[in-house]
């Protein structure tokens, strides 16, 4: 069975400041897609950004960045220079290779708030 | 824009009474998901289309129905809402998941309260 863990309730940052997010996974699959989304008090979930289980570099999108170690099967979140916009909750989702329906399995989800 | 749209944003219903949350995509992606995130929870998946295809995960209660009249529309009908049904309601959108790994795009949800 596939499982996504996450471990932070909660989190605080400085604005300005890096902030590290965790994730681990679990699967038998070999062949897996990693996701963070972001989700404001407003409610909408916001894709972030992607790792692909046989992408060998890590994913990075502007301020963001998924530190990706396969053989710990963690994939975390970096956010660079935190601002007070990113105060949201995370979530860190898995879509199996054996998943021909794009379900995607959602850790608990870490609440990040940026002190200013 | 290409988006996910979704109404009502806030629905107040009474226990008992049928209720329909509705979805709309422009972007043409023929997978459309719906959810469930209950307060401070994970979203949980109660079924998806694949086009016309009806996929219901195991754990998902009768209570719950849904359509999808064509590409761009998708409802989910909840016959009797119980206290425990309130919760964000969140629609999503993909791309054929056989043809590679896409994000899912969410709309904004719908917030469901039951007096």
């Known amino acids: 069975a596939q499982k996504i863990t996450q471990t932070q309730p909660g989190m605080f940052v400085q604005e300005k400041e890096a902030v590290t997010l965790d994730c681990t996974y679990d699967?038998?699959?070999?062949?897996?897609?990693l996701f963070w989304y972001k989700q404001p008090s407003s409610g909408e979930m916001i894709f972030l950004i992607y790792?692909?289980?046989?992408?060998?570099q890590n994913a990075t999108e502007g301020r963001y960045s998924l530190n990706f170690q396969k053989a710990r099967k963690s994939a975390n979140l970096v956010i660079s220079a935190s601002q007070l916009g990113d105060s949201a909750m995370y979530f860190c989702?898995?879509?199996?290779?054996?998943?021909?329906?794009?379900?995607?399995?959602f850790g608990q989800g870490t609440t990040l708030q940026v002190k200013p | 824009d290409a988006m996910v749209i979704q109404n009502p944003r806030y629905q107040v219903t009474q226990f008992g009474k049928p209720v329909t949350l509705s979805c709309s995509q422009t972007?043409?992606?023929?997978?459309m998901y719906w959810y469930q995130q209950k307060s401070s929870q994970a979203p949980k998946l109660l079924f998806h289309?694949?086009?016309?295809?009806?996929?219901n995960e195991a754990d998902t209660p009768d209570n719950f129905q849904s359509r999808r009249p064509n590409t761009s529309f998708c409802f989910l009908d909840i016959r009797s809402p119980g206290l425990g049904d309130a919760a964000m309601y969140l629609c999503?959108?993909?791309?054929?998941?056989?043809?590679?790994?896409?994000?899912?795009?969410f709309g904004p949800g719908t917030r469901l309260t039951v007096t």
């Open positions: 289309y694949y086009d016309k295809d009806f996929n």
């Open positions: 989702a898995m879509r199996g290779g054996s998943s021909n329906t794009g379900k995607l399995i």
């Open positions: 972007l043409n992606h023929n997978v």
């Open positions: 999503a959108t993909s791309r054929d998941p056989w043809q590679g790994t896409y994000e899912q795009y």
């Open positions: 790792q692909g289980s046989y992408d060998e």
């Open positions: 699967t038998s699959d070999q062949s897996y897609g």
